[in-house]
């Protein structure tokens, strides 16, 4: 079935580095997609969006670059933080509106 | 301050016992959902409401039943708790289908069936 998922269960940086997370997704159908910050103990939080109509889009120290042609997202995060150590999510919205989560990626900052 | 707030935080419940757990908004959202949240398996999708008086099924609907008798309060209810519905439970709301979908989320109801 067609289904978000992540290319890296965990990522370790340095803090000061900037760091990747991948997604892929296959539903091709999705015109919407979010990254959420996670951190423990707490419920996701919106860090960026971007429309399908879109390449990328940027906000304060995140990038998000969307690649239609093999369906794959990824979020960058300009140097990363201490408190960027989290678990990451992309969703995709479904035609019905429904968000679609991939599985996560857990960000550690060594400092 | 504006926001989803779930209740309980946590709760132990026998196997067969009945529960609901509560979700509440008050930014006039028109869609809510509730989510549950495992480890490895990432949040999925048990049911939904893109407005007051309609609700449709997830990912994982069964053994779970919702209502939206208006539109700030959408309780998820487990009729007869098995030890699998343990998981950290999110409700969450948007404004809808339009542009924006961004999903705002509660903390959380951390449920655990023995």
């Known amino acids: 079935g067609e289904s978000v998922g992540l290319h890296l269960p965990t990522l370790s940086v340095q803090e000061g580095d900037n760091s990747i997370i991948n997604c892929a997704y296959s539903?091709?159908?999705?015109?919407?997609f979010i990254w959420y910050k996670q951190e423990s103990g707490k419920g996701p939080q919106f860090i960026i969006d971007?429309?399908?109509?879109?390449d990328k889009r940027q906000g304060q120290r995140v990038t998000v670059l969307l690649n239609k042609t093999v369906k794959h997202l990824s979020l960058q995060i300009a140097a990363t933080q201490p408190g960027d150590s989290a678990v990451y999510f992309c969703?995709?919205?479904?035609?019905?509106?429904?968000?679609?989560f991939g599985k996560g990626t857990k960000l550690s900052v060594k400092p | 301050i504006a926001g989803i707030t779930q209740a309980p935080t946590s709760q132990i419940l026998a196997a067969g016992r009945r529960m609901t757990l509560r979700c509440t908004q008050d930014m006039r959202h028109n869609a809510m959902y509730w989510y549950r949240q495992d480890l490895g398996l990432g949040l999925r999708l048990i049911h939904y409401?893109?407005?007051?008086?309609?609700?449709g099924k997830g990912e994982v609907p069964d053994g779970y039943s919702v209502s939206r008798a208006n539109t700030d309060d959408f309780p998820l209810t487990l009729a007869s708790a098995v030890p699998s519905q343990t998981s950290v439970y999110f409700c969450?709301?948007?404004?809808?289908?339009?542009?924006?979908?961004?999903?705002?989320f509660g903390q959380g109801t951390r449920l655990t069936v023995v």
């Open positions: 539903n091709s159908a999705s015109d919407y």
């Open positions: 969703a995709e919205r479904r035609s019905q509106g429904n968000l679609i």
């Open positions: 409401s893109n407005t007051a008086g309609t609700t």
């Open positions: 971007i429309r399908s109509n879109m």
């Open positions: 969450a709301s948007s404004e809808g289908q339009g542009d924006r979908t961004e999903a705002f």
